[in-house]
């Protein structure tokens, strides 16, 4: 079932709400891989009713970012969720979700500020404000994120939490490669080479892990070998690698008094931005 509009999904979501069933949704900007179907098939496992948002979201695009290139393999993503369980697809317009006229925002402080936030100023406030827009529209009770966009998953748990959404935040697993690298509907951007160089952000998380494991507990120590590792590729400039607290995302100095970090990572590979990340309990 494809979906267009605002009114149209909210007539939806009442029926399923009357027939007893939960909603769950999946919020995407298409270009999907299994990362995403796997996302899907989560929200399957509720039993309830599920929605596939498929929605280029310009506000959360800087003018210099790629809105306009982002791919958009419409026909490819519709088959692909087919083989999911066919749920309903959300599939409105710009104008749809931005009419004329329309001049809100919503801003999340405090996780936004740091990481993607400093380097993409206005990012998370669109995120947060067309995540909220299909939040209302849907009447979602479920909505499932991919760890990968893990600043991202602390922005959303935030505005639920300040907010008071009736929203219940799943965060599933980070889909990787045969090789590592995250699946991320930017991978088709790289070349071979770059592909192939793009194995070391997975590499340096290896390494971090490595090290946490036999105690080292030495945060300048830990970040020179993951920088080290992914410094191997002669085409990769980092944007940031650090260890952060996985709920404040407070950069770490230390190990004192954390139970939960997080490792977060971002570089441009040739033209192409990739993020990754790993959490670790200490």
Not at 25 to 33: D, E, Y
Not at 274 to 282: C, G, M, R, T
């Amino acid at each position: 079932m494809i979906i267009k509009t605002i009114e149209e999904l909210r007539r939806w979501s009442k029926q399923q709400h009357l027939d007893g069933k939960s909603i769950g949704i999946v919020p995407t900007m298409g270009a999907l891989h299994e990362g995403h179907l796997s996302l899907v098939r989560h929200a399957g496992e509720q039993r309830g009713a599920t929605v596939v948002s498929i929605f280029v979201n310009p506000t959360q695009f800087a003018p210099n970012e790629d809105f306009h290139k982002y791919p958009r393999p419409l026909e490819n993503d519709l088959a692909l969720l087919e083989t999911t369980g066919n749920p309903a697809v959300f599939l409105p317009s710009v104008e749809e979700m931005y009419p004329t006229g329309f001049d809100a925002a919503v801003h999340i402080g405090g996780v936004s500020q740091f990481f993607e936030g400093r380097l993409r100023p206005t990012h998370f406030d669109g995120v947060a404000t067309v995540v909220l827009k299909l939040f209302a529209a849907s009447g979602a009770d479920t909505a499932f994120f991919g760890q990968k966009d893990f600043q991202q998953c602390c922005v959303v748990r935030k505005m639920v939490s300040d907010l008071n959404l009736p929203v219940e935040i799943v965060v599933c697993p980070t889909v990787r490669e045969a090789d590592g690298l995250a699946m991320s509907s930017r991978n088709s951007y790289l070349s071979a080479e770059h592909r192939r160089q793009s194995v070391v952000l997975s590499q340096s998380i290896e390494r971090a892990r490595n090290l946490i494991e036999k105690q080292v507990r030495d945060v300048p120590k830990i970040l020179d070998e993951v920088r080290t590792v992914i410094s191997s590729a002669p085409d990769i400039r980092l944007d940031y690698a650090a260890l952060a607290d996985s709920e404040t995302l407070q950069k770490l100095t230390d190990f004192d008094n954390v139970s939960e970090m997080v490792l977060l990572l971002a570089a441009h590979i040739g033209t192409t931005r990739l993020i990754d990340n790993e959490v670790f309990k200490v």
